[in-house]
């Protein structure tokens, strides 16, 4: 069966040493993130916040298209997908 | 007794001084580059904790047993699903603005302080934090609290009383004074005689801005606090305060003060210039003293730069033990004085912005 593919920033990998490509299990974002947490344990509290709002410095992007419902992580997905966890440009 | 240890939050790591034959040097750094809001060793088993403040992945907690040397992760303080911190504003944990041990007979209780409002409660030695419900249903909250320092109301201060540890005084700006008698079930607001020239009833009840509340150690129902609008003490427990900032002297506005282990009269304050300005006072660095309660204040500036300089001091940042004060300023200098203030040393003038500093064992 094919899955869609979420792929993390390396800035991630600090936090997770194991982090690495990984199948996107579920049919929305907040679906795959619950999944992802099973994988990588307090990876989701990295990208939302405790309401489950994507962090504000966090990007999403879905085959190179930035996500546009950051609150409720409603956007679409196929099968053949690539997920990119990013991190916005930002700080000092 | 002086400790041999300061402890550090920066906004580029946590940073660990020790002092062995009279010499400071660095024996650990942690976290490097990242905000450490709070960074806190708990007296009472040497536990240290940094409070992180990721720009990107959010608010997180990490404990060492080991000064240092290894960190847990363990799970942040989180608001429950669909707090509010106003109708329409979820409510999630932006900042951890204070941390205390919940005190000698509570060995396994830490409280937690956070923007946006939220006091939370560990009862299992920090393995996981509950919000305190009853503070969060204070009905003056929605209404009355705001912002002040940081974009929403934070809670940076905590006060556990040593002779009964369910009596709490905490710190909110902007709110004021609260006080619990029952270990946090039900709180009163302690505000009488403060002043809120910001506010169009200075005198209201709610809507306070004291930057940090302390109490002394020797004899805990005399609180002071570096308002801004002020320095303030109290010599019961918070029922009144009276102002004790000089009327024209360096001793009014700032952001911290921290009160003699040995003597409940004894304080010092890092004055900064005004709220419209907020840099040292005509370019001079200067710490204030009083050794009588606020009646007068002494400037000690020796060894402290008194010309082209910006400092100023953060809340956190300024800690006495014993002999010996240390303080760090928004531009990375750290200064320690071994005599209470009256001759300075510089620790180093090449840190990141100094959130927090503590003395410890």
Known sequence: MCMATIKFTYALKRFFPGLKDTPAKGNTLAEIFHAAEESFPGIRSYLLDEQGRLRQHVNIFIDGNLIKDRNDLNDPFSDNSEIYIMQALSGG | ?361
Not at chain 2, 254 to 278: E, K, L
Not at chain 2, 280 to 289: N, V
Request: charged content about 20%.
């Open chain 2, 1 to 361: 007794m002086n400790k041999q240890t300061i402890l550090l939050g920066t906004r580029k790591g946590l940073i660990a001084y020790h002092r062995s034959n009279s010499r400071w040097a660095v024996e650990n750094l942690s976290f490097e580059g990242q905000p450490v809001s709070i960074a806190y060793s708990d007296p009472r088993n040497g536990t240290w904790w940094a409070c992180l403040d990721h720009g990107h992945w959010g608010v997180k907690l990490h404990r060492s047993t080991d000064r240092g040397e290894n960190w847990e992760e363990v799970p942040a303080p989180a608001y429950p699903e669909g707090e509010e911190v106003k109708d329409g504003v979820p409510a999630a944990t932006r900042y951890i603005w204070a941390m205390s041990h919940g005190g000698k007979h509570y060995l396994s209780k830490l409280w937690l302080g956070t923007d946006p409002g939220g006091l939370f409660i560990s009862e299992d030695g920090g393995d996981s934090f509950q919000l305190v419900e009853s503070l969060w249903q204070h009905p003056s909250r929605k209404t009355g609290w705001m912002g002040g320092g940081r974009d929403q109301p934070g809670i940076h201060s905590i006060v556990v009383d040593p002779r009964n540890e369910d009596h709490l005084h905490i710190g909110i700006s902007c709110a004021g004074v609260f006080e619990t008698m029952d270990g946090g079930r039900s709180w009163e607001v302690r505000n009488k005689g403060l002043r809120a020239d910001f506010l169009p009833d200075p005198d209201s009840d709610i809507g306070h801005d004291p930057h940090i509340l302390v109490a002394a150690p020797t004899d805990p129902d005399t609180l002071w606090q570096q308002n801004h609008c002020g320095i303030f003490r109290s010599v019961n427990g918070g029922m009144s305060w009276q102002e004790v900032s000089q009327p024209e002297g360096p001793a009014r506005f700032g952001f911290a003060i921290t009160v003699a282990d040995d003597n409940p009269d004894q304080a010092w304050v890092a004055p900064a210039d005004s709220d419209m300005v907020r840099t040292a006072i005509k370019g001079a660095l200067c710490i204030c003293r009083t050794d009588d309660g606020g009646k007068n204040w002494k400037d000690l500036r020796n060894g402290l730069p008194q010309e082209n300089c910006f400092d100023i001091v953060y809340r956190h940042a300024l800690a006495s033990s014993g002999e010996t004060v240390a303080f760090g300023t928004t531009t990375g200098n750290l200064f320690f004085s071994p005599d209470r203030g009256e001759c300075w040393e510089t620790l180093n003038n090449y840190l990141p912005m100094i959130y927090s500093v503590q003395f410890t064992d």
